[in-house]
């Protein structure tokens, strides 16, 4: 007999016996158990479970494909995550100020939250921009607020990340411009811009041009970047505001890697090298509670992408096959009521992002369901990484929950049903098609909607929301943004406006309109209309009325 | 046979957080409302236009930018604008507890902060609609 049929002769037997009498007399509390995601768990995992592994092909080393593992041979032993606050607000002075505090407190990188007029492409004095100015991140009209944004910070000492997406060619030029005046050399700066549009046409809305003209954006900022700013990572594939739209940790993967495909697949026709830009390729997740489910997700994420470069895009280096991510803890699990019962479950998920391997980490304030963070918050946010660093020990060894029959297979479940997703939206024609006839859109929906439903049944508990709650008063720390905010920054505008080379302003966005109209690379066009202080909203416009804009399908 | 309540769910500002507002409007038409949803990115202008051609009782606001001190009473000064007061309307999303009282103040019947219970959002519109 061999061990897998002794040991499930032993299970058969524990089960006659032991267990039975257990739960003869004491029944679980529930007749199915799931992960928070509706996968189902067994009560127990044993060998029999993890399916015939070959080590060496579905585990590996750390740093080597397909990297389950791991995507550095020693992780955390040599260097730390990059912990990296997500920050922003009201006008670029401020935000200057709360950069410098976190640098200050021991972040290692910087990540800029802009308002919704600049990840929309429109100036704070369009007259959509009222009441949005400077609320949920820092107002950037044009090179002038990004050089008062880094002000006292030179640009070759941080790395960057920019949650930017339609107009990310612009904010990057910005930054590239700045960097020139800084006298840093382009090759010298480091960061990430999320330039990922996709998702925003089925999550997070700021889109702007429709989805051709935007992948064009995307391969032209790919190919810049391969020759003038090597170091930038020039994407960030976004699962994480799939997550926070509600689906399931087996559709955030899923999702972001047929985005992923979707983008190589345009950088191919744009007759771009795999090898070469594949390495620039970032990826961006969620944690949410369920510890373990997470853990199997990011380790399955890791193994998936490495196939699908390897094995359906035939690339060559193991580089370009390494699946890099950030991650952010869920904003969708914190509460308004109870806000720092918030700080527990930022650290649930900080274990569940570090367990899984990642290489940066934002963790969302306890506030954050009420408003703005306030100082103290982003302080405990900041201070629940560090202290998973350093005092927790998980830090010590690669990968450690490897080999846990349970973590196994459901790393082993969660690739298998992302599989099926991938193949589902390969015969739908692709993602652009898939999110084209909403079936990307109706799947989210469907189960958000689950979920919701789950809490109001209370068949899902959410501590101090629908059980244990007690009767508050709201903190009344919020933090709040002027709403003078907007005059200001419109009068700033106005000067740069009366002050700056109009002249040039005009022929930089002339030639930019002839080459949006031709296949030329846009980027040095428009980096061309940073450096003459051509403000965001006047550079695209001049995309909208080449490229047109996207209009959104309603799927309910 | 009466009237069935009509409730438009609109997503003012450029906000495009619209789990909530798909929520809500799922939910509600689950319970036999008629429930007309805008999608995200609507002007004022377009939401009052709206509910006035679709000839709702209800616009249920969302909104979780910070806009909506700017927003929600805008949308309530244009429909006086265009004589229809009579449609109430209500908001939700982010909004922090001290801004309440002005914004109810300004016109908004009710404000559903997040964790609100579906059936408290029925409640309110059955109240209303007696």
């Not at chain 2, 109810?104 to 559903?112: H, M, N, P, T």
Request: hydrophobic letters at 35%; a negative charge.
């Amino acid at each position: 007999m061999s061990d897998k049929d002794k040991i499930s002769n032993e299970k058969k037997r524990w089960e006659e016996t032991t267990l039975k009498k257990v739960t003869d007399r004491y029944p679980e509390m529930k007749d199915e158990f799931t992960t928070g995601s509706w996968l189902p768990v067994k009560r127990l995992y044993t060998p029999e479970d993890v399916r015939d592994k070959d080590y060496l092909d579905d585990l590996g080393f750390p740093g080597q494909h397909p990297f389950t593992r791991g995507v550095q041979p020693t992780m955390y032993r040599g260097r730390y995550w990059t912990m990296r606050q997500y920050a922003g607000f009201g006008t670029a002075k401020e935000t200057n100020e709360r950069y410098k505090y976190l640098l200050d407190q021991g972040q290692t990188g910087l990540s800029i939250a802009f308002d919704l007029p600049t990840q929309i492409g429109l100036d704070s004095d369009h007259s959509l921009s009222i009441g949005e100015v400077g609320k949920v991140g820092v107002a950037i009209d044009s090179l002038q607020d990004m050089e008062i944004l880094f002000e006292g910070i030179p640009l070759d000492k941080v790395s960057t990340s920019m949650t930017i997406n339609a107009p990310a060619a612009v904010l990057l030029a910005f930054y590239i411009a700045l960097a020139e005046k800084q006298g840093v050399a382009k090759e010298k700066l480091r960061g990430t811009i999320q330039n990922d549009i996709l998702k925003e046409y089925v999550a997070r809305g700021t889109y702007i041009f429709p989805p051709e003209p935007s992948l064009r954006l995307i391969t032209d900022i790919f190919e810049y970047c391969g020759k003038e700013v090597p170091k930038f990572n020039t994407i960030s594939i976004s699962g994480y505001h799939i997550r926070e739209a509600g689906s399931t940790a087996v559709q955030e993967v899923a999702f972001t890697i047929a985005d992923g495909i979707e983008y190589v697949e345009a950088a191919l026709d744009a007759g771009l090298n795999i090898d070469k830009f594949g390495r620039r390729l970032s990826f961006f997740f969620n944690a949410h509670n369920d510890l373990l489910e997470e853990i199997a997700k990011f380790r399955a994420a890791r193994r998936i992408w490495a196939k699908v470069m390897k094995d359906r895009f035939g690339a060559t280096n193991e580089k370009a096959m390494r699946l890099r991510f950030h991650t952010q803890t869920g904003g969708s699990t914190l509460t308004a009521q109870q806000p720092d019962n918030n700080i527990v479950r930022v650290a649930i998920q900080t274990l569940a992002a570090v367990l899984g391997g990642t290489q940066s980490l934002h963790t969302n304030s306890r506030d954050e369901a009420l408003g703005l963070p306030t100082e103290k918050s982003v302080q405990i946010a900041l201070r629940t990484q560090q202290i998973v660093a350093e005092e927790s020990g998980v830090t010590n060894t690669v990968d450690p929950l490897a080999g846990s029959y349970y973590i196994e297979n459901l790393t082993d479940t969660i690739e298998e049903k992302v599989f099926e997703y991938l193949n589902k939206i390969d015969d739908l024609g692709g993602m652009g098609q898939a999110i084209e006839k909403g079936y990307i859109q109706k799947e989210i929906q469907d189960s958000a909607y689950r979920y919701q439903r789950e809490i109001e049944e209370q068949e899902r508990i959410v501590v101090g929301m629908n059980k244990y709650q007690t009767e508050e008063e709201q903190p009344d720390d919020i933090l709040q943004v002027d709403p003078r905010l907007r005059k200001e920054q419109m009068q700033r505008l106005d000067k740069l406006k009366s002050e700056r080379d109009g002249q040039k302003v005009q022929t930089s966005l002339d030639q930019l309109q002839e080459a949006a109209a031709s296949d030329e690379n846009l980027m040095p066009y428009i980096l061309e209309a940073a450096r003459n202080y051509a403000t965001l909203g006047e550079i695209c416009d001049i995309m909208r009325a080449e490229f047109g804009e996207y209009q959104e399908s309603i799927v309910l | 046979m009466a009237k069935q309540t009509r409730i438009l769910i609109a997503k003012p500002g450029l906000d495009g957080h619209d789990r909530g507002a798909k929520y809500i409007a799922r939910a509600l038409k689950d319970n036999g409302y008629e429930v007309i949803y805008t999608g995200i990115r609507q002007t004022p202008e377009n939401i009052v236009q709206t509910a006035i051609q679709e000839d709702v009782d209800f616009v249920g606001l969302s909104l979780l930018s910070g806009a909506h001190n700017e927003l929600f009473p805008k949308i309530v000064e244009l429909l006086r604008e265009q004589d229809a007061e009579d449609i109430i309307v209500f908001g939700g999303g982010v909004i922090p507890e001290k801004d309440i009282p002005a914004l109810k103040e300004k016109g908004i019947a009710e404000i559903f902060t997040s964790g609100t219970p579906i059936k408290e959002v029925i409640d309110f519109i059955e109240n209303k609609s007696n």
